[in-house]
Structures are given as C-alpha cells and as structure tokens.
C-alpha cells in the first residue's frame, strides 16, 4: 500500500521483467504464494457454499475472524490463530444453533455476529499497535505475508481439499437433493456440520488475503459466476478454481503497481468477471431463443 | 357424538372385516410361487401414541402397480417409512423384498414427495439422475475415461431414454416443468434398477396433462420393466386405470384389494364415513365423485402432520 511512494514501481508491460521485479521481493513471493493456495481453497468450498444457499454463514463466519483476528493482536499472538480459532468455532455455533432444523437460525447469528463485530472493533481500539487501524484486517494486506504462514496455510488448505475430496460426491448429493440421500444412507446432518468446519477453516485463510469483509471475493463470486457458465459440476468447480486464481494473481500484481489496496482489485476484477458471465449467458439465451423461433416461424408460413 | 363420528366408529368396526374378506383366496400376484414382493399381515402403525391405521394386509407380487389412497393425515406417508425402515410397525408383520424393512432398502427406489428445485440451481438433470447411481460413494471419480465409467454413463443414458427426458436432461434442472423434473427423479430412483419403487404424492402440484403422463409412465415402468410400484396419492382417478391394487387407509381401519373390489360406493362410504360415490364411465373406467379432502375432524393436521 505504501510501496508505491517508497519504491515507486512501473508497470513495464513486459509480464516477465515485471513478474522478475516483483518476485525479487521476498514478501511479494510469499503473497503470491498464498494468494494462489487461498484461491483454490476458497474457490471449492466457495463452490459448495454457492450451491448449498449458506452465504449467510460464510458471512458471519468471516464476519468474527475480524473479533478473532484483533483479539488475537490484543493477547499478543499471530492474527492466524486468531482467524482460525474464531472462524471454526463460529461454524460449529452456527451447526450447533441450526439443531434439527434445515433453516438458519438467521435472527440470533445476526445478533451475536453484531456483538462481535463491536468487540473487534473494541479490541483494536485497545491494542493501538495497529498503524492503519482496523482497515488491514477489514479489507486485507498483502504486506508481511511471512514464510511460516505460507505453510500454515498450506497445511490448512491441504487439510481442507483432501476432507473435500473424500467427502465431495455425498456432500454434493446431500446439497441438492438431502431427503433423497439420506434415504440412501448419506449422513446429511453429520456433511453439514463437516462442512461448516471446512467453511470455517477457508474462511480463516481467505481472510488473510482478502481482508475478512471482502472474504466473498474469493469465496463467492467466482464460484457463481462458474455456476452462470456451466450447469456441468466438474467443469463449473474447475472454473471456479481458475476463476478466482487469475482475481488473486491480477490483484496483486495490480496492487503491486498501483498506491490502493489489494482487496478492492480482487474484489472488482472477480465482480467484472461475473459481469461477464451474465452478459455472456444472457446473449447466447436470446440468440438461441431466436434459433429456436426462426424455423418454428417458418413452419407456420409454409 | 356427532353423525360425522359416529361414521368413523362404524368405519373402524367395519373396516378390519374388509381385508379379511379378501386374506383366504385373493393372491393373484403373477408369480404367486416366489416370495412376495411386499407382505403386510394385520400390520399397524403409532405416532405420538395415536394408532393411525391398523388391519392392513396386503401382498404385492413383481411388476404391480398399488396405490396406498386416503384421506390427509391418515398416515399414508407414514406407510412408505415402514416400509423403508424408518419407522417400525406397532403390530402384526411386514416383510419388504423378503427380509424386515430396511434390510433391502439398496433393492428399493424411494421417491420422497414433492421436491422442487430452486429455479437457480445449475446443476443438470442428467447429474441430478447419476446421484441416485454413485453419488453415495465417498471420494471423487478419476477424471479418466473406464469401463466403469462408461457403463455408468450408459445405465443414466439409458434410464433417461425410459422416462422419456432426454430432450431436457442437459438443461439446468432448476430449469425444467414441474413434469420434466419429476420424470428426471423417477430416473434417478429408477437407476440401480430396483425390484420396488416407493413413491410418495409423485403427481402433486403437477397440472392434469402432466398428471395423467407421468401416471402412465409410471404405470408403464411397473407392468413392463416388471418393478413393483407403491405409490401415496390422494386423487385417485389419474392413476386408476393404470392400477393393479389399491390400499385404502382410514381412520383406524384399511381396506386393500384389485380396484374392483375396494373402490365401490360402500366401501368407500364406510372407510371415509361420508358419502361416496364410484362412477362407471362409458369407457368402463371407475372415477371417483365426493371423495373428502380433509374431513371436519381432521382439520387441525395438514401436511405438517403424518400425511
């Protein structure tokens, strides 16, 4: 954010001069690195969350990593515990309020999530160490990003994907259709509170990068704009993936190159793309419409 | 006591004869040599300590079409759950495919009722049809071409062909008619080919041509790929001509044979109470006049009760 006045980079549009430049920076490494590893794993399990109508939970789940991350800077730890501590334990409040019930309790996640964004707030108000106050965890940084978060992030994601890969197919079948796979035997309930976890501990990473406001950058937009593209699952997962990997790369490298902070370009630059996506689909749906209407109209005439 | 409960009392005194009139000789199932597909003797059922229904006896052999009919709240849903397993019966015997309920629930489809799908769900129906194959299996396939992969291919291929939805199966489901969507799931309950097919309301909230097009497919499933159909339904007159054993269920008592024998006026007026009246029409097809929605008593269950 302050590089721009210290070092004053120029963008050369030579991609690999550029590239050399930035990655000659230890930190600018690391933010690649993680950047790449949070987009994956936010992309997948954002892909589920998409499909299983549960954004109001990944909400409040990154919703608290800001109390968790600023709580954590007040005991005098790593902000990552913080992210990670406050994000699970939201999912499984958020699993344990839901109860037997398919619906979200949204009325008392609203409130209790409205506390602990006031305590967050409180607790970076105390701590005073923060230079630019609570704005780096609220909208993210990719400055400072050291070698040891990178693996545990790594490590996090690794978790995350492997759990996802074994539980993939029955999760999907219970999002879509759960009274019928429960009655195949899939454990509904059991993949929903497996899941939150799982969305807790994306949360927590995704936050690292994005800031815990605009965790959806990564976590939502590019899995919808997949699902605008593609009803096919494997390919809409893979864009997805792809999806919020270019906003994570781009965005950095933009923020590189420019004076404004990292979350508003990986925020915009997945935004233009869903724009995209739903100008594309949109056009080709008329265009087939008229396909479609033209030899019915000229049946009628013969 | 009102006229209306003193119906019903007369109703349930009544209607534990009717079965037994029948339990002597009436086996008529086509291979009555095997084991049945479906035995119910003397079989009843308690939610919350109220008998929904009892006296049921019943035998369904392969490739029959039954229809399990009543009034709401009756508890006819609460039968496809003893069927499943899910609920244990209070009294007499249920032997399902041979074995207790629930021990051959890999050998039945279970159509539960109506789900529809959001309208903004991109997923498609062919991949909504191959969960009910493989999607219970923990971990991902391998994103290369093999037999088994393949054959899988062919099996939703196939059973899409059967139900008559291929022109929209590519199609987002969310997409699809009412009609279209349930003809996509009686694929998906169909693929592991089951020898019993369970389905509950399947031809609610779908509009009349629809009703009666999917009451003929799935018809069509029973008598010709030979899977024994129970289907709930609280309209009758859709699916009649198509039927091969009905299943009344009342207040207490049941009455279950071929369509001839339980759905005349008597035995109908008995089981609801109130008058009803079954129709010849000049095509010789039963059709079913006054049949009760949801009598007085009953008005404090709606679908939120055992329906």
Not at chain 2, 125 to 136: E, I, K, N, P, Q
Not at chain 2, 220 to 229: A, K, L, N, T, Y
Not at chain 2, 234 to 260: Q, S, W
Request: glycine letters at 10%; charged letters at 15%; proline letters at 6%.
């Amino acid at each position: 954010m302050m590089l721009a006045e210290s070092g004053a980079p120029a963008w050369s549009w030579n991609l690999l001069t550029d590239f050399q430049e930035m990655w000659s920076y230890p930190f600018m490494v690391n933010a690649f690195r993680a950047g790449a590893i949070v987009a994956v794993v936010a992309a997948v399990v954002g892909w589920f969350v998409v499909l299983r109508r549960q954004t109001f939970a990944a909400h409040t789940v990154s919703a608290v990593a800001f109390p968790g991350a600023a709580g954590a800077l007040l005991l005098g730890v790593s902000a990552v515990y913080g992210y990670f501590t406050l994000c699970v334990a939201a999912a499984l409040v958020i699993a344990a309020l839901r109860g037997g019930g398919d619906h979200e309790e949204s009325a008392l996640t609203g409130t209790v999530q409205a506390f602990l964004l006031a305590s967050g707030f409180l607790f970076t108000a105390l701590y005073r160490g923060l230079l630019e106050g609570p704005q780096t965890i609220l909208f993210g940084t990719f400055l400072g990003i050291t070698s040891s978060q990178v693996t545990v992030l790594t490590v996090v994601g690794a978790v995350v994907l492997a759990a996802l890969a074994l539980l993939g197919r029955p999760l999907l079948f219970a999002s879509v259709d759960p009274k019928v796979a429960a009655g195949r035997g899939v454990p509904v309930r059991a993949l929903s509170v497996v899941f939150l976890v799982l969305l807790g501990a994306a949360t927590a990473e995704t936050s690292q990068i994005t800031g815990t406001l605009l965790v959806f950058a990564l976590m939502v937009i590019p899995a919808a704009t997949a699902q605008v593209l593609t009803p096919r699952p494997a390919l809409s997962l893979a864009l997805a993936v792809l999806l919020a990997f270019a906003a994570t790369w781009l965005g950095l490298t933009a923020a590189y190159y420019s004076p404004y902070p990292l979350g508003f370009f990986v925020t915009t630059i997945a935004f233009a793309g869903y724009l995209l996506a739903l100008g594309w689909r949109s056009l080709r749906e008329v265009l087939s419409r008229r396909a479609v209407a033209t030899p019915a109209a000229r049946e009628v005439t013969a | 006591m009102n006229p209306i409960a003193k119906a019903r009392e007369a109703v349930t005194h009544s209607a534990h004869t009717v079965p037994n009139r029948r339990a002597g000789g009436h086996d008529t199932a086509p291979n009555s040599g095997r084991d049945p597909v479906l035995a119910l003797r003397g079989a009843a059922v308690r939610v919350g300590g109220r008998t929904l229904w009892s006296g049921v006896d019943l035998r369904i052999g392969s490739g029959e079409f039954t229809a399990v009919l009543g009034p709401n709240g009756v508890g006819k849903s609460t039968m496809i759950k003893v069927l499943l397993g899910a609920l244990p019966a209070a009294a007499g015997e249920v032997r399902v495919l041979g074995t207790r309920p629930g021990q051959a629930n890999d050998r039945i489809g279970y159509l539960p009722q109506r789900r529809s799908f959001d309208a903004s769900l991109r997923i498609r129906g062919v991949d909504v049809v191959r969960m009910g194959l493989d999607g219970d299996r923990w971990g991902v396939p391998l994103p290369f071409p093999s037999a088994r992969r393949q054959a899988a291919r062919a099996r939703v291929d196939e059973v899409i062909e059967l139900v008559g939805a291929s022109a929209y199966a590519h199609r987002p489901i969310g997409q699809c008619s009412g009609g279209e969507q349930q003809r996509l799931l009686i694929a998906q309950a169909l693929i592991r080919r089951p020898e019993l097919l369970l389905l509950d309301e399947p031809l609610d909230s779908l509009d009349l041509p629809n009703q009666s097009a999917v009451a003929a497919l799935i018809g069509r499933i029973s008598h010709q790929e030979g899977v024994s159909v129970v289907m709930v339904a609280h309209d009758v007159n859709p699916i009649l001509h198509h039927l091969d054993r009905v299943v009344y269920l009342a207040e207490g008592g049941a009455a279950a044979g071929t369509p001839e024998e339980v759905i005349t006026s008597g035995t109908l007026t008995r089981l609801y109470g109130t008058p009803v009246e079954v129709l010849r029409t000049s095509d010789g097809r039963l059709v079913v006049v006054g049949q009760p929605e949801a009598p007085a008593v009953h008005t404090d269950r709606h679908s939120g009760g055992p329906s």
